[in-house]
């Protein structure tokens, strides 16, 4: 079976990023086909990129860069929750994904985002920086509106019609994430 990270996008205090993650791992728990696991940047505590040597030589020299970079390289693909700051993702997710490179290389992620617009420039940004990775994105994401699946902007009730498309976003990004893995599988053995 595949590892998933659900990774929480936002380390904002009082964040609703959290609340919607946690309904994404819920609803990916139902389904039995993956091993699912929040993936909370909070935990990691990066600092702002403070590595000495590109990410991409993968040579990395401090403790939580190291740590960062063993959680995502276990992981077989990705679900970002991102909330929309400024029509763009949060600062603290964009900096997390810079601090590393190869352990994102070859493996899908799809995106669930809210916001006023649905979040859906967050994802258009983290669309072109997956690409950049070396990341497959799938095409279907979960868009979620601040004024219709919230009540006061912070009470997190999302609406039903957002079941089916969370379930074709992880059909897809299972269907993915296993080429991907025997893909990377195949690399590996030369």
């Known amino acids: 079976m595949l590892n998933i990270g659900i990774i929480v996008g936002s380390t904002r205090p009082g964040r609703n990023t959290i609340k919607v993650a946690e309904w994404v791992r819920d609803h990916a728990a139902?389904?039995?086909?993956?091993?699912?696991?929040?993936?909370?940047?909070?935990?990691?505590?990066?600092?702002?990129?403070?590595e000495p040597v590109p990410p991409s030589q993968g040579r990395y020299s401090k403790d939580h860069t190291k740590r960062w970079a063993a959680k995502i390289a276990s992981l077989d693909a990705f679900?970002?929750?991102?909330?929309?700051?400024?029509?763009?993702?949060?600062?603290?997710?964009?900096?997390?994904?810079?601090?590393?490179?190869?352990?994102?290389?070859?493996?899908?992620?799809?995106?669930?985002?809210?916001?006023?617009?649905?979040?859906?420039?967050?994802?258009?940004?983290?669309?072109?920086?997956?690409?950049?990775?070396?990341i497959a994105d799938v095409r279907g994401q979960v868009?979620?509106?601040?004024?219709?699946?919230?009540?006061?902007?912070?009470?997190?009730?999302?609406?039903?019609?957002?079941?089916?498309a969370l379930d074709t976003m992880f059909d897809e990004l299972i269907g993915w994430g296993s080429a991907l893995k025997t893909y990377r599988d195949g690399k590996a053995k030369g």
Do not use: C, M
């Open 30 to 50: 139902q389904r039995g086909d993956a091993n699912y696991e929040l993936v909370d940047l909070v935990d990691f505590d990066l600092p702002l990129l403070d």
């Open 79 to 134: 679900v970002f929750v991102t909330p929309e700051y400024n029509h763009s993702t949060t600062g603290a997710l964009k900096n997390a994904i810079d601090f590393i490179y190869a352990e994102w290389n070859d493996k899908a992620a799809s995106f669930v985002s809210f916001g006023s617009a649905g979040g859906t420039r967050a994802v258009e940004h983290l669309r072109t920086i997956a690409a950049e990775i070396k």
């Open 143 to 164: 868009a979620l509106s601040l004024f219709d699946d919230f009540e006061n902007f912070s009470d997190f009730k999302p609406r039903d019609v957002h079941t089916p």
